[in-house]
């Protein structure tokens, strides 16, 4: 009874193994009120906590200018005046580490039923709970790395494909690694 | 003559004999019935009351004390609830056993007294619950034998463990709403 959803694991390795960009422009086709805000920040960008991290990493609120005057409303689409090539799927890729929290969100979801059946398996078969107790913690280890492993290869892409790339995407890309190292570290 | 007095005490001696007999073999009839309905509980009788005759009155006193109490089953909601209760302190019992332990005594205890059984000691809460669950009545008595050990400390987390398995096997008999 309480149990039926167990069956309708989402396969997430599978999913994580088929993300691309297109995947993630069409599940968060526009994650921007107002379009890409690609001359100012992108604000959802930014980790809260950001400033107050190592002296070594730059100080967002300090080098790029007018942050303070940016709003949402002056973030416009500015895909015109900016022509480099590609521009508007390097921002769409941003929503990388957003997409993956999603599915992890569904997925820790479905990872706690299952913890919370082996709990309650616990007085049937002490000892086979705690197999699968081990079971359940290697898959949530390899999950994770898998997430973590294939976030780092689709930022690679952001920058690792020969094209040209633009220092305005290499500038972007850099703070999707920062977005990204961040969660590494916390 | 007194070929017809001798068939008389013949036949009133028949008859009375008859009577005897009858009354020898309804009687162990109705240990044998009482002993098929209650198992074990009815060996615990007899050695508790000290005798058959103490037994059987004891057992049909319960029958009739049970048939008093208009018994009812679990609504479908009811049902749900406690099946929904059972399930936390069965999880519960990873991190308190003890605790468990002594919800588990309380939810079969509530789940009587919901379907109308009187509020009552350990005890006669056994000796009721005998007359329709008779098979498990002796899990109930075993369990609760452990939880009294878990009181003063002395009971492994595996005799915890059985304990629950025992409560168990009374609570989900309780639990059971057949459609009338």
């Given at each position: 009874m309480i149990n039926d959803n167990i069956e309708e694991k989402i396969n997430l390795e599978e999913k994580i193994e088929n993300i691309d960009a297109e995947d993630i422009q069409e599940m968060n086709p526009d994650p921007f009120n107002n379009g890409v805000g690609i001359d100012g920040y992108l604000l959802s960008e930014l980790p809260p906590e950001l400033p107050t991290v190592d002296a070594g990493i730059a100080d967002p609120q300090k080098d790029e200018v007018g942050f303070d005057d940016i709003q949402d409303s002056d973030l416009v689409t500015n895909m015109d005046t900016n022509s480099d090539v590609g521009t508007s799927e390097v921002s769409n890729q941003n929503t990388t580490g957003q997409l993956i929290s999603l599915l992890e969100t569904r997925e820790s979801e479905l990872l706690r039923i299952r913890w919370n059946d082996i709990q309650r398996g616990f007085i049937d078969e002490p000892r086979s709970a705690v197999k699968e107790a081990d079971e359940l913690v290697s898959d949530v280890f390899s999950l994770i790395t898998q997430m973590f492993t294939k976030e780092h290869s689709l930022l690679e892409d952001q920058w690792n494909q020969g094209n040209d790339v633009s220092t305005e995407d290499l500038r972007i890309v850099l703070q999707h690694y920062r977005s990204f190292f961040n969660r590494l570290v916390d | 003559m007194n070929t017809i007095y001798t068939i008389i005490i013949v036949i009133v001696v028949m008859v009375i004999l008859g009577g005897l007999l009858a009354l020898v073999f309804s009687r162990r009839n109705h240990s044998k019935k009482l002993q098929k309905q209650f198992g074990a509980e009815y060996d615990?009788?007899?050695?508790?009351?000290?005798?058959?005759?103490?037994?059987?009155?004891?057992?049909?006193?319960?029958?009739?004390?049970?048939?008093?109490?208009?018994?009812?089953?679990?609504?479908?909601?009811?049902?749900?609830?406690?099946?929904?209760?059972?399930?936390?302190?069965?999880?519960?019992?990873?991190d308190e056993p003890g605790e468990a332990i002594k919800e588990a005594d309380r939810l079969v205890m509530e789940v009587m007294q919901v379907r109308n059984y009187p509020l009552s000691d350990f005890d006669q809460r056994a000796a009721d619950i005998s007359v329709k669950y008779p098979a498990l009545v002796s899990n109930y008595r075993a369990a609760r034998a452990v939880a009294n050990k878990n009181q003063e400390h002395t009971a492994s987390t595996e005799e915890l463990r059985s304990a629950m398995i025992n409560y168990r096997s009374l609570y989900n008999e309780l639990l059971v709403t057949k459609e009338v």
């Open positions: - | 615990l009788a007899v050695e508790n009351m000290g005798g058959d005759k103490k037994a059987r009155e004891e057992l049909e006193s319960r029958k009739k004390h049970v048939e008093t109490l208009n018994i009812r089953q679990l609504t479908a909601s009811e049902h749900d609830r406690y099946t929904l209760e059972w399930a936390a302190i069965q999880s519960k019992f990873v």
